[in-house]
């Protein structure tokens, strides 16, 4: 049997219109989803739960009193599990995401769109969390629709209006949740407590991203994955047809026939009732195949897999499958791309590694101090005048010591009393390097130092020390 898209009768018309915009009028079209349920989505609600939790417990989670995770942009401070990124590091966190950008990759070519449906947060908080609460206050599809289509009564007001204020309070909680993320759960703490004119500036933050994400989960919904997200576009370069999606097996489904009780079925499995449509977040038919709009929710498949359960017809007409598998039986999700995506990926997961365990706690640049010249001492030593600056790239203080490890000498700070450093803060300053004579033996030498702080070396630097010809 021939593909689906390739059949003679496939009508492919379909791409020709989003789904979301009525093709008269140029309106939006407003889905009203059918309440899924079924295994599918069962197993949606228990790793909801689980990625809900953890998603409102991180903040609260500290590795040597700090947070797990922080996205300070303004501070230009980020915590990415436990390791600090100061402004030194930048590299290391542009690193960490393209690693995982390249892991999104690599797992969309496989398994296609599954984080969409079921670990990105717009998904999550619209379809498991303001959705069912929409789905308990103005009932399933059916009533919604007729609530939409009913006048401005007291019945109507006061639906809309207990789901404008619960969907108000969500916003708020969500808002709040994002900030313990960029400013951490302590600082959120004293917004809280504090009077809010001592932390004005980010309570009208937090006002504003709790309109925001209003409006998005009462008014952008849908369009946030199908107008907004590029993501789902990405999935005609990442997708192939070995890759795992939500698919409809049109080898046991066509031609499609409506059910007739008594009569002797000739045709496909599929009985045309459009539950798989009826149940669909973003309003498309997948026996069309593999869309753009589709988020591998997997609702389609509860609602098919129930149907086919009262017309006593096998389950898995829609299913997790490859379009290969379905046309020839044959799947092969080792592909020449993904063993070049995983070796992308290990390569730079080693270098991420490598850099996070050699990464040292300061930075220390030291550079000869401009127009300078050696000076000869009358004690038989050698003086070279030097500027550095110290970073300190933890979130702690560090009350740091510069030693000189070669050759033998001695170092003398210029107008500064110690090199205290706060945390992710940096300090210069200028250094005199006195080395004897008898430790030099050409004009130019490599000389070593460090930086210590409780009796463990941090860093080990060199620079270069001139001295006068013999």
């Keep these: 049997m021939q593909p689906l898209d390739t059949h003679p009768d496939f009508d492919e018309s379909f791409r020709d219109s989003f789904a979301a915009v009525d093709d008269t009028t140029g309106k939006r079209n407003w889905f009203y989803p059918q309440k ?6 069962n197993r949606r609600v228990w790793f909801t739960i689980f990625q809900l939790t953890v998603m409102f417990a991180l903040p609260f989670i500290k590795v040597n009193g700090q947070p797990l995770f922080l996205f ?23 690193l960490m995401m393209i690693s995982f950008f390249v892991f999104i990759v690599l797992f969309t070519t496989v398994f296609g769109r599954v984080w969409c449906g079921w670990a990105c947060p717009q998904t999550v908080f619209m379809e498991m969390v303001f959705r069912k609460i929409e789905y308990i206050i103005e009932g399933d599809w059916k009533a919604q629709r007729a609530l939409a289509k009913a006048p401005w009564n007291s019945e109507k007001i006061t639906k809309r209006a207990l789901k404008a204020v619960i969907f108000m ?34 309570f009208l933050g937090i006002c504003a991203f709790t ?23 990405l999935q005609g370069v990442l997708l192939d047809k070995n ?76 299913r997790f499958d490859s379009e290969n598998n ?4 044959k799947s092969k999700l080792i592909t020449t791309r993904t063993i070049a995506y995983a070796v992308v990926l290990t ?13 040292n706690d300061t930075e220390t640049t030291l550079l000869r101090a401009p127009g300078s010249r050696f000076i000869e001492n009358p004690d038989g030593t050698i003086s070279n005048l030097y500027t550095f600056k110290l970073f300190n790239k933890t979130n702690h203080p560090i009350q740091p010591e510069m030693k000189l490890l070669f050759p033998k000498g001695t170092l003398k700070f210029a107008g500064i009393p110690n090199l205290n450093l706060e945390a992710a803060g940096m300090v210069e ?9 008898s430790e030099i033996s050409k004009r130019r030498t490599d000389v070593s130092l460090g930086i210590y702080a409780n009796g463990k070396q941090l860093e080990e630097f060199k620079t270069t020390f001139i001295a006068p010809e013999e």
């Design 347 to 359: 390569a730079l997961w080693i270098g991420l590694g490598y850099a996070i365990f050699t990464r």
């Design 36 to 41: 899924p349920t079924g295994k599918w989505h």
């Design 429 to 437: 300053g200028s250094v005199f390097i006195t080395i004897p004579k």
């Design 326 to 329: 379905i046309s020839s039986g």
């Design 72 to 94: 300070n942009i303004l501070e230009r401070k980020f915590i990415v599990f436990g390791i600090f990124i100061g402004p030194q590091d930048y590299w290391l966190f542009g």
């Design 169 to 202: 309070a969500l916003s708020f909680a969500i808002a709040n949740l994002l900030l313990s993320y960029f400013v951490g759960i302590d600082r959120l703490e004293r917004i809280i407590l504090e009077p809010i004119a001592d932390h004005l500036t980010l």
């Design 211 to 233: 309109l925001v994400f209003f409006w998005n989960f009462a008014w952008l919904r849908d369009q946030a994955c199908t107008v907004v997200c590029p993501y789902g576009r």
């Design 243 to 318: 890759s795992v999606v939500i698919a409809y097996d049109y080898k046991r489904g066509e031609p499609r026939e409506k059910l007739r009780k008594g009569a002797e079925r000739t045709a496909g499995d599929c009985i045309n009732c459009f539950q798989c449509v009826n149940v669909c977040p973003t309003g498309i038919d997948i026996r069309n195949g593999t869309q753009m709009e589709c988020v591998n929710c997997t609702a389609c498949i509860d609602a098919c897999d129930n149907i086919m359960e009262k017309v006593n017809l096998p389950k898995g007409l829609i």
